[in-house]
């Protein structure tokens, strides 16, 4: 298992691939917009974007998530949390809930639900079964928790502010 890091410094957002590269498979984690990068660095490890996760829906910035599904026919794999909230994913995914895993080769996926930055926010631990199958070995966890700091609550609103920090 590894795990390439994307950064688009103009938005300080970090974007993942993780993959598998015995299996030839890869999931990319919270693609920024231009997604030419994943395809190219896809193409160049021979590598399969078979999965796309998302930590939650961006209001910071313009995830790439559907044009890389429709490039790459891979599966979304989205937050189960958005119903009956502000904002709700309107386009079909496979909707993860806490302690959902995704495996392919030896690369594990596992959804953590952690609101706080938005209701529906998942964060993901990362493991490779082929070292250790119980530890994880990263945790990914979007704009939930920054080095010294939390992600921000109060981008919601007012209303949901005490909420979403609590």
Request: with cysteine; charged share 25%; aromatic share 12%.
């Amino acid at each position: 298992m590894q795990i390439k890091q994307f950064e688009d410094k103009g938005l300080s957002q970090f974007s993942y691939v993780v993959f598998c590269e015995n299996e030839g498979i890869a999931a990319v984690v919270d693609p920024q917009r231009d997604v030419d990068g994943y395809i190219s660095f896809a193409k160049e490890n021979n590598l399969t974007i078979k999965y796309i996760f998302e930590t939650h829906i961006h209001a910071d910035f313009a995830s790439g998530i559907r044009e890389l599904e429709a490039l790459t026919k891979a599966t979304l794999k989205l937050s189960s949390y958005d119903t009956n909230e502000t904002f709700e994913y309107a386009f079909p995914h496979d909707a993860l809930k806490d302690g959902d895993a995704v495996t392919f080769g030896s690369v594990k996926i596992e959804a953590v639900h952690t609101p706080g930055h938005t209701p529906e926010h998942l964060s993901f631990l990362v493991y490779d079964v082929n070292r250790d199958a119980a530890q994880p070995s990263h945790f990914l966890s979007g704009d939930f928790l920054f080095l010294g700091s939390l992600g921000r609550p109060d981008l919601l609103g007012e209303d949901a502010k005490l909420a979403l920090a609590k």
